[in-house]
Nanobody, 121 residues
Framework: QVQLVESGGGLVQPGGSLRLSCAAS????????MGWYRQAPGKQRELVAV???????NYVDSVKGRFTISRDNAKNTVYLQMENLEPEDTAVYYC???????????????WGQGTQVTVSS
């Protein structure tokens, strides 16, 4: 069973920065992808950024140029560096890992418990 633990959320003023961390209980190179999602009150959960095993990245348009997803293989940790934060970024941020089963096309999703990010003056 894979466990993901997020940290780094908090209250920040507009224009500020935060770095979220997602620590995995397994070697992150095992995962097909790791990503960050967010869910604001009354809204559906949305993909924010994703990082593949090969190192390719993808971002939702609203955060391009402001957020950066990265990883530290030695620490089995994925990060989301968030710059120039806006009130619209306020949400609970979740880490997700996708793991393929051996000799199968089936994949399993693992989620962290979430960390709150609030952008407000």
């Amino acid at each position: 069973q894979v466990q993901l633990v997020e940290s780094g959320g908090g209250l920040v003023q507009p224009g500020g920065s935060l770095r979220l961390s997602c620590a995995a209980s397994a070697n992150i190179f095992r995962f097909n992808t790791m990503g960050w999602y967010r869910q604001a009150p009354g809204k559906q959960r949305e993909l924010v950024a994703v990082l593949s095993r090969s190192g390719s990245t993808n971002y939702v348009d609203s955060v391009k140029g402001r957020f950066t997803i990265s990883r530290d293989n030695a620490k089995n940790t994925v990060y989301l560096q968030m710059e120039n934060l806006e009130p619209e970024d306020t949400a609970v941020y979740y880490c997700k890992a996708v793991l393929g089963r051996p000799w199968s096309t089936i994949t399993d999703d693992y989620w962290g418990q979430g960390t709150q990010v609030t952008v407000s003056s």
